[in-house]
């Protein structure tokens, strides 16, 4: 670089760094009084018809919850802004204080009201369980779930109750409207959810196979949450009281719910109950039961992932054009896709397709987890692999070839040799990626690491420490991968064998002198 290129750079970072700083400033001068006024950020979990849910036209949230809480912004003179997150965040969420309240059609529980502040029940519910209509008069209550399969939203009190029944095969979901899904769906016997929302879900929803069976076999009030000792627990409560008195609650119901609101009560009834005791040591033993689930998951896709990503591979280099096109096709597909949403394809998406044609398919959630994370990896792998292969010099086809080699003896003693080599970095890569994308798979209810995590803090609210210990372990899992792979980088290395078997021989010499 000269010296008129170093100033013209120089000059540049200045300018930059002046823009920066107005920028900041302007913000800082401008925006914070706007957000010095009350605004009230207000988390909640939209999957929750009819209490909370997307607005038809996508903008905002609507229903029983998002009305009621606007109502007591404009009675307590508070600017209201909605967040979504999921439900089993809301409660780190209100003790980091990323938000002031929340409103979810979350049940005051003993043991919540421990960590956070409940303003005035405002809802009288209460769980109900849900199964196909086929199995109707085979199930009435808590207790003909022993040995079943039930789906529960994480964190709910729904999933709580289930927990308790002996014998039962809990699937954790991570919202309700994807536990009734899998019911209707044929893979568990029953869902165990607040009643109002699966009465809603099966009146409004495509779901007309499902069936409620012992309505409000709980007695729940919800409340508005907030962080301990927040000093709008009492503004809202005051306006809860207004809303409650002038009958501006009752609108709010009937534009909801037919028929009259319960009476409610001012403290919720027997707010008794154990709290959790926590302790890191007691959760270690679930935790690694979940990464030997993920190493599991990680070791099957990657084994699977090979051999599709080897066909795929030769597929692309084979000199029969079509083969190579679907395979191009194969790999744009998985490539340019999410992840995510190639696993709700094929857990959710395939069996419903199935079934409407007519047909009694189902994945079992570890088969279609597998299924998924192998169709993703091959396709990165057939490119890691034909570029491997792609980069040896022509010139040594040739040269084999010369020699009287055929394809195959070229391919297994000249090519692949050192393509292997050269592919190992970016194999490494695809394995470490392998193990961290495992924890999308939490999606469907598995429960490896990541899930195991979220289940705990469902339970304990120990947000930091569970998710630091996760991490820690997904650390040590994918330091272990990359350790191997550079062991094995060394050991495949031409020159330092070349080097090692030099050593050898001049170690051997002096015998051979002295024979
Ligand atoms: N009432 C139940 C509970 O508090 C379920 C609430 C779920 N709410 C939601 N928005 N997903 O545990």
């Not at 008129?4 to 930059?16: A, H, M, P």
């Not at 009030?221 to 009492?234: D, F, M």
């Not at 994918?478 to 170690?507: D, M, Y």
């Amino acid at each position: 670089m000269n010296k008129k290129n170093v100033s013209f750079w120089i000059k540049r970072l200045g300018l930059g760094l002046i823009g920066s700083l107005l920028i900041i400033s302007i913000n800082y001068y401008l925006i914070s009084p706007l957000k010095a006024q009350e605004v009230l950020k207000v988390g909640t979990e939209p999957a929750f018809p009819p209490f909370e849910m997307q607005a038809p036209d996508g903008k905002g949230f609507t229903g029983f919850d998002i009305d009621l809480f606007k109502a007591i912004g404009e009675e307590a003179g508070l600017e209201i802004q909605f967040q979504s997150m999921p439900f089993d965040g809301l409660i780190p969420a209100l003790q980091s204080q990323t938000i002031d309240a929340a409103i979810s059609g979350m049940t005051i529980t003993a043991e919540r009201a421990q960590t956070v502040d409940f303003a005035r029940p405002y809802f009288r519910s209460g769980l109900a369980i849900a199964v196909r209509k086929e199995d109707q008069g085979k199930i009435k209550s808590f207790d003909d779930l022993e040995n079943k399969k039930v789906a529960v939203a994480i964190g709910t009190t729904g999933a709580q109750e289930a927990a308790k029944i002996p014998g039962v095969e809990l699937f954790t979901f991570d919202n309700s409207a994807l536990a009734l899904q899998e019911l209707s769906n044929g893979k568990v016997d029953a869902v165990v959810n607040d009643s109002p929302v699966t009465l809603y879900a099966i009146k409004i929803g495509n779901l007309n196979s499902i069936e409620i069976v012992g309505e409000l076999l709980t007695e729940e009030y919800y409340g508005i949450a907030l962080p301990k000792g927040s000093p709008n627990v009492e503004k809202v409560n005051n306006a809860l009281d207004e809303l409650l008195k002038t009958d501006k609650y009752r609108g709010v119901y009937q534009k909801w719910f037919a028929g009259e609101p319960a009476k409610l009560p001012l403290v919720t009834p027997a707010l008794e109950g154990e709290a959790a005791t926590f302790s890191l040591i007691s959760m270690l033993p679930a935790l690694l039961y979940g990464a030997l689930i993920t190493i599991l998951l990680t070791a099957f896709s990657v084994f699977f992932g090979t051999i599709g990503g080897t066909l795929l591979a030769t597929a692309s280099i084979s000199d029969f054009k079509p083969l190579g096109w679907l395979s191009r096709i194969y790999v744009d597909f998985f490539r340019g896709t999410p992840l995510l949403v190639q696993i709700f394809m094929i857990y959710f998406g395939i069996p419903s397709l199935l079934q409407g044609i007519g047909l009694d398919f189902n994945f079992n959630r570890f088969a279609a987890a597998v299924t998924a994370l192998s169709l993703n990896s091959a396709a990165y792998l057939a490119e890691i692999i034909r570029g491997g292969i792609q980069s040896i010099d022509i010139g040594q086809w040739e040269a084999s070839q010369s020699m009287g080699m055929g394809w195959r003896q070229t391919m297994r003693y000249v090519i692949f040799p050192q393509a292997f080599r050269r592919m190992l970095p970016p194999l490494g890569n695809e394995f470490i990626t392998m193990i961290k994308d495992t924890s999308l798979v939490a999606i469907i209810g598995f429960e490896e690491l990541f899930r195991q995590g979220q289940l705990m803090v469902a339970t304990t609210y120990r947000a930091f420490e569970i998710y630091a210990a996760v991490a820690l372990i997904y650390l040590f899992l994918t330091f272990i991968a990359s350790r191997v792979f550079s062991w094995l980088e060394k050991r495949l290395n031409p020159v330092r064998r070349a080097n090692k078997q030099a050593s050898a021989q001049i170690a051997s010499t002096p015998e051979q002198v002295a024979s």
